[in-house]
């Protein structure tokens, strides 16, 4: 039996059943669906709805209820359309008719909605968790390597030096602003739609300030048509989530490319990497490739969902039951991948060796315009002057460090000193500006974070 049979005199056809049935998804919302239930119906004792024996057995009924979930020995029936028609179907079972009062001035609208913003709220924790996971690996791993340089790149050419420890630390930023996003959907979150009925408000004396609080939400949502649709906060959530996803992706492509031959700054450990069945010799990147793949998976969920909303008419309609698969489906991506790539990352070996190599002379190219500059030249000359040696360089087929001071000469007022500007580390130790990755600069920055990992 359904929950609306009423007024109807034949069965739902066993395919539409098959296509209106939200059960295999929504039975993730079990605790919070029983949650949601227990404060109901202490707003409907309060509101004289119920005696104080009925509220008593029904709230005997659902802590049973959450029991039978918590311990996996609750039964779905057939007939249980999705999660809210289960557990009153259940509750019918072992209290008798006191559950159909259960109800009262309630829809599933305004029950869906509630327990959707309940998971929600409880789920948000443990992204955040998995997050600062990841951040502390890399602050963990930016304390080893505050020393060891690496070629840093724009448009994937070799660019200037700078330390491991800041490209380490350049992810550590994209994270914090994924955690602070979170923090602040969950204040649009903690609105309540219970007490709204199917769309038109509870004709029931609800007192909803006191619900919200029961159930740990900011305040009642202010206007009931707009509360039984409102899924701003799944949509958000599946921004948020495609976008932690896009910093993961592009951590990711840094780390195939640094784990190949062609790079090798990096080797993975053998726990964290994976073989091919053809070629005996390859060690591959897989958990960063997938990482990079799902990312991709996490913005069609929200451009997916953002297209769901985008036509419906006023207040409750079906198409909000194809809310919840999309949020858990990003959450589920995101706690998979985090621990991963943290561990991965934690067991990697660092090749300083490999990276010290790739920063070859032109690197300090900047650096040799600087030191005309502290001379007095105009920057846009020194500019000029400096590429003139590079091309000269690149004609005679010998590194840029290797011509002679005649040479130099011939292009700018360049001294014996110049030598000395080759030398990657004092290149790095000059960006002292608050930002850069002079090692002081970058100890700041290690600084900062530990004291936002510490708080949070
Ligand atoms: N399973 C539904 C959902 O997730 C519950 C609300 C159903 N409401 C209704 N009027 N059919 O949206």
Known sequence: MTL??????SKLDEKAW???????????LAAQDVRGSIAWAGALRKAGVLSAEEHTAIVTGLNAIAAEFASGTFTFSASDEDIHTAVERRLGDLIGTAAGKLHTGRSRNDQVATDFRLW?????????????????TLVSLAEQSRNVLMPGYTHLQRAQPVTLAHWLLSFFWPLQRDRDRLADLRERTAILPLGCGALAGTAFDIDRQA????????????NSLDAVSDRDFAAEFLFDAAMAGLHLSRLSEDMVLYTSAEFGFFELSDAFSTGSSLMPQKKNPDLFELARGKSGALIGLLAGFMATLKGLPSSYDKDLQEDKAPVFQAVDTLLAILPVLAAT?????????????AIDPTLLATDLADYLVRKGMPFREAHA???????????KGIPLKDLELEEWQSIAPFEADVYAVFDPMEAVKR?????????????????KAKSILNQT
């Open 4 to 9: 609306w049979g009423g007024r109807f005199s």
């Open 18 to 28: 098959a296509l209106n049935t939200s059960l295999p998804i929504d039975r993730r």
């Open 431 to 447: 960006r002292t500006a608050e930002g850069g990755t002079s090692p002081a600069a970058v100890e700041k920055q290690i600084q």
């Open 385 to 395: 002057a400096v590429g003139k040696a590079v091309q000269l360089a690149a004609r």
């Open 345 to 357: 990352l934690a067991t990697m070996t660092v090749r300083p060796q490999k990276m010290l190599a």
């Open 120 to 136: 929600l709220l409880e789920t948000l924790p443990q992204l955040d968790a998995a997050l600062h996971g990841l951040q502390s």
């Open 211 to 222: 619900l919200a609080a029961t159930l740990g939400f900011t305040e009642p949502a202010p």
